[in-house]
């Protein structure tokens, strides 16, 4: 019999120590506005809700904010500065 294999699963950076470097450490309205505008269209378009619906359905862009407001959605922020040096930040890491 071979030996069983091991992998290394990929360590995930804690968000404890994280630093936001580039602008607020918090979501400006225009990246609230565009993280909502994108995920409602996949929503639109078919795609699974990452939260439990409850009561009535309102539509993609009511879903897509309560996916935003339970910190439900896998997205990074990229935010850069002129001289080019930019910044990835997890959407968990900003406060709403």
């Known amino acids: ?5 091991t992998t290394k699963k990929a360590r ?3 968000l404890a120590d994280f630093v936001v470097r580039i602008g607020p450490a918090k979501l400006t309205r225009f990246e609230k506005a565009r993280i909502v505008g994108a995920r ?6 078919g795609a699974p809700p990452f939260v439990a619906l409850e009561g009535p359905y309102r539509g993609p862009i009511d879903v897509a904010t309560a996916e935003l407001e339970a910190d439900a ?4 922020i990229r935010r850069s500065l002129p001289n080019g040096i930019t910044q990835d930040i997890p959407i968990k ?3 709403n």
């Open 1 to 5: 019999m071979s030996p069983a294999k």
């Open 12 to 14: 995930q950076p804690s």
């Open 40 to 45: 409602s269209l996949q929503i639109a378009m």
């Open 73 to 76: 959605l896998p997205v990074s």
């Open 93 to 95: 890491a900003l406060a």
